[in-house]
């Protein structure tokens, strides 16, 4: 399953990709309202067969306002208010080598703020206070159930599925401060999208091929199996600290070919469009806009 959210910022609707992604089919039309339109709340409740059921419907039972073409609206992120967004710092080793630090002995954590959420063609907004601008492609894990305490094999079970997130990031103020919050966390900083999808569409979550082009040119090409923490210690690790909830984003980290480590750097300036994509996943793409 693809789940997506689209309408207007602070009023999206949740709905399913279908027919090969040309339509949106909305949950809760389509369902009579039995289906929740916010994403949490439908994560909240467990409502994964009743969509099912009512994806798998006939189309000639399917409620004519329930499908909408995909193009003709607004997209937002498919949790476009998390509940919380962890991030990852030095989660690969080719991008830790760049920027000249060790590996972490342990998952590397920090907060970005879930009101940087922005949809997954949504522009991304250069801050007048901001000097060197970067881009992060990642693969962001969707926290489906509450869970404390899990031990990585039982950290499967609580992950509703997977999306891409564009951790952007100022790094003039990354490099001058000791904690990254500030940096990471302007409105817009965090694309995510373009759909959740179930880890039984995924397969192998460490065997993606992850990228991030901007302009067209390729900065970033590597594969998911290249991070150092896999992704049931990380939700383990993470769960051994606070109690994870459904609609908790967790961004893995990114690969080596940050455009502030380049030779020469190649920071983000207004106007660019970066396409962040993942294999099976989709592609993000956000133009970079002055305030
Ligand atoms: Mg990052």
Redesign the pocket.
């Known amino acids: 399953m693809r789940l997506v959210t689209y309408g207007e910022r602070g009023e999206e609707r949740l709905g399913a990709l279908v027919d090969g992604g040309r339509y949106v089919l909305d949950l809760n039309i389509a369902s009579h309202g039995s289906i929740p339109p916010d994403p949490i709340a439908f994560l909240d409740g467990d409502y994964w067969d009743l969509a099912r059921k009512v994806i798998s419907q006939p189309a000639a039972d399917v409620e004519p306002a329930a499908l909408i073409e995909a193009d003709s609206v607004r997209r937002g992120a498919p949790i476009p208010e998390p509940r919380t967004i962890i991030?990852?710092?030095l989660n690969y080793r080719d991008h830790a080598e760049e920027g000249g630090q060790p590996v972490p002995p342990n998952p590397l954590l920090f907060a970005k703020a879930p009101a940087a959420t922005i949809g997954p063609y949504d522009d991304i907004v250069y801050p007048p206070q901001v000097t060197q601008l970067d881009y992060?492609a990642?693969l962001a894990i969707v926290i489906g159930k509450r869970a404390k305490n899990l031990t990585p094999e039982q950290a499967w079970n609580v992950i509703a599925g997977y999306t891409v997130i564009n951790?952007v990031?100022a790094r003039d103020i990354q490099f001058s401060e000791s904690q990254w919050f500030r940096a990471?966390s302007f409105d817009t900083f965090a694309p995510m999208g373009p759909c959740l999808v179930t880890p039984d569409e995924i397969g192998d979550p460490q065997n993606l091929r992850i990228w991030c082009d901007v302009n067209g040119e390729r900065l970033q090409n590597s594969t998911t199996a290249n991070m150092i923490f896999k992704i049931p210690e990380i939700v383990a690790f993470i769960s051994q600290v606070f109690a994870l909830r459904p609609g908790d984003v967790i961004?893995t980290?990114?690969p080596a070919g940050v455009g502030v480590f380049r030779k020469p750097p190649r920071l983000l300036q207004v106007g660019d469009i970066v396409e962040t994509g993942i294999e099976k996943i989709g592609i993000l793409r956000n133009q970079v806009i002055a305030p």
Do not use: M, Q, R
């Open positions: 991030a990852l710092g992060e990642e951790d990031s990471k961004a980290g990114t």
